[in-house]
């Protein structure tokens, strides 16, 4: 279970776990059984799976007979090597603040300094022309609309997180500082972009097939070979009880079972919409729009009006629970509220939190900082119908959405890597709800996920090899 502990304030996480209760272990036959036709394509193996459902219920996998024994055409006899994985933990080894009280203050004194000395050139220079002007800060509007969005949840982020931390302290999974001063953690080098997925997806959209014939769903079995053209732009699932492992462009990737995806970006959705399925419930994590993002270049952003003609209300099932993921701007706060939702004819039921803490317990940002904050928002709503249909099976009930809910966990190192919300959304959606990730970056037990970048963080490298055995 990701839930460390449940309290009325919300959620203490450990994303860690999650990833991890998949149990990757890949089972493959040494070489010298595989067969002579090898192909440079994508290609696939089994893995073993005993792990747990996406909302928590336990399943258990077995491998079945094709995957334990040899092929008569190989000859010889084969001899299985199971080698097991896991998510690499440093990656979330948060030890100490991204920026601390101290250094916080430190570069508020700085730009005080700064913007004093700035003031008096100005006064000089005025004072020469016989006129005086007075020192005075001035926010602009959204920094005033900021600040007064921090006041009013303020108290319930400190309070709240206080509670869930203290909790964790007791239970030994937050450590007190002092534990961790000795341990000298070093900065991790992994090739992260060795294979671009997004620039690759934007090169498969200009393959003349993709624009002749109308590709079907891509069931994967066992032994399947198939090219990167067969894996764009079209659902790829997998049905199976086993984890597969496929290749794209000489990068490996790690597939759980009971998953499915569509590698495509948003002028090719159909796909999606072709399978005929609704969803009950949709998390959406949008690329928005900012500075930082424009000038690092590190991912393409939408604007407010793709992100309205993302096909949500073709997507939704009757009484579909959709969750935004939004940034602290203020604008796409209200956007969210005032037009996305209602334009999906989505009706708000509660806002929560993502608040950001250290293996401590310290928040990754001061809560009262002008710049960065230790938290995120997730904006909740219901699928409005326009008459009252009934749930798919009558007797199952959901509980109400509790507004002001915080989830609380240790970030990833990895950029925009979110908390998983599986676990804590079981109890407000049906037992076998179907799922359904938009702007996904990587796949769960039990979903559905879309995006240009769906594969990024299934990526063997984020992985450790941790054990193997004949």
Known sequence: MSVVHQLSPGWLLDHLSFINK?????????????????????????????SMSSFGAPATFVASDSTTKPDSDHGGNCEM????????SELFDVTKPYITSAIHKECQQKNEKEDLMNDVKKENFISIIGKKRKRCVVFNQGELDAMEYHTKIRGIILDGSSQLIQEGLKSGFLHPLPEKQ??????????????????????????????????QTLQLM?????????????????????TKMITLMGQKYLLPPKSSFLWSDISY???LLNCRKTYDVIVIDPPWPNKSVKRSNRYSYLSPLQIKQLPVPKLAAPNCLVVTWVTNRQKHLRFVKEELYPSWSVEIVAEWHWVK?????????????????PYEGLILGRVREETALPLRNADVRVLPIPDHKL??????????????????????????????ELFARNLQPGWTSWGNEVLKFQHVDYFIAVESRS
């Open 81 to 88: 090597f199971i080698q097991k994985y896991v998510f690499r």
């Open 222 to 242: 066992e032994d399947d070979m198939v090219t990167e053209q067969d894996l764009f732009s079209r659902v790829v699932e997998n049905n199976s009880s086993f």
């Open 22 to 50: 998949i149990n990757y272990q890949l089972h493959q036959q040494h070489e010298a059984c595989c067969s002579k036709n090898e192909s440079t394509s994508v290609c696939f193996n089994s893995l073993q799976m005993d």
């Open 407 to 436: 989830i609380v966990s240790v970030p990833c190192t990895l950029h925009s890597h979110k908390p998983p919300l599986a676990e804590v959304l079981k109890d407000y959606i049906k037992p076998d709800g179907e799922c359904l």
């Open 269 to 271: 959705m159909h796909p």
């Open 182 to 215: 000795d341990k000298c953690s070093e900065r991790i080098t992994l090739p992260l972009d060795t294979c671009n997925l997004s620039e690759l997806c934007e090169m498969a959209k200009h393959l003349p097939s993709l624009k002749e014939i109308e590709l």
């Open 357 to 373: 803490i250290t293996t401590s317990g310290e928040f990754v940002f001061p809560l009262d900082s002008p710049h960065k904050k």
